[in-house]
């Protein structure tokens, strides 16, 4: 797997209109699949070893990419392990955004397993089949992290196997004295890793002046701290060589059978340095 910049892994990884990971300002409208007879549906997610559930959104192509008037769904989606063909059925949930935006989004409560591979299946009677096949990555060890609220700073040691696409800090800042000023500052150590192909790894970080950066202003309260390492599969796509406009192209990136979109195997480690602290608003 190929390493990205974050701007184009908020392009890869989030549902279509892509802004880590926003849809309610997408244009409803998608010409390029206006006269569509290649594709059946649009799939994006994740597979995440360690999550407990697995979410996958599936769309039926048409002339409107995020419809403002759902109709009841017979598309069934199946996740199925390759080895033994297990399969599962996966529960469908409609979820509205902003304005009168609906999506489908599939999940199902599995865990799942190492180095296998897996398809994902959307299928309806009358407008076909699409797929995807994810292989999934290795173990991710769960990182040490060492971290002084005092400094903004710490320690990580840890290893991996797989390819190493995400090592962030995230931060939930207020940074006035209402709730709506709120914002999450992200704070990448990717560049202190030297070999993001695999093995041991051990670094120092200072993020007082990336955290004062990102809010913008002195006065800020720090709401709560995570710790996100992740790692991918050697079916994560190489993204290097393509510019914006070109990722976002059905064909540009698309891992998906009589279809469009992208499946990805991920193996996500959080680690919470402290929990989420209301919001408190003076005013």
């Known amino acids: 797997m190929v390493l990205l910049t974050i701007k184009k892994h908020i392009i890869l990884l989030g549902f279509v209109c892509i802004s880590m990971f926003i849809i309610s300002s997408c244009d409803s409208h998608f010409d390029p699949l206006k006269e569509n007879e290649r594709y059946a549906f649009s799939m994006y997610g994740t597979l995440d070893l360690h999550a407990d559930t697995q979410w996958v959104r599936v769309m039926p192509i048409g002339e409107k990419l995020i419809p403002d008037d759902p109709e009841p769904t017979d598309v069934q989606v199946t996740l199925t392990r390759v080895s033994n063909g297990e399969s599962i059925v996966m529960n469908d949930s409609l979820f509205r955004f902003g304005g009168d935006g609906y999506v489908w989004n599939y999940w199902v409560s599995s865990s799942l397993h190492p180095n296998e591979q897996y398809t994902v299946t959307a299928e309806e009677p009358e407008r076909g089949q699409s797929g995807s096949v994810v292989t999934m990555p290795s173990v991710l060890p769960v ?109 540009a990136v698309s891992n998906v059978e009589n279809g469009t979109g992208l ?21």
Not at 144 to 170: A, H, K, P, Q
Not at 171 to 187: D, E, H, L, R, T
Not at 263 to 283: M, N, S
Request: proline share 5%.
């Open 143 to 251: 990182p040490e992290v060492e971290y002084s609220i005092d400094t903004e700073g710490g320690t990580v040691s840890g290893s991996f196997t797989d390819s190493l696409i995400v090592l962030e800090t995230r931060y939930w800042v207020q940074f006035g004295p209402s709730c709506a000023q709120q914002k999450q500052i992200i704070v990448s150590h990717l560049e202190q890793i030297n070999d993001r192909s695999g093995g041991d790894f051990h670094f120092s970080f200072d993020n007082r002046i990336p955290l004062r950066t990102g809010a913008g202003v002195a006065g800020y309260m720090v709401k709560e701290r995570m710790f996100f390492m992740i790692t991918a599969s050697k079916d994560w796509p190489y993204l290097a060589n393509l510019n914006d406009e070109e990722v976002t192209l059905p064909d």
């Open 263 to 283: 499946i990805t195997g991920i193996a996500q480690r959080i680690i919470e340095i402290t929990p989420r602290q209301p919001c408190i608003d003076v005013r």
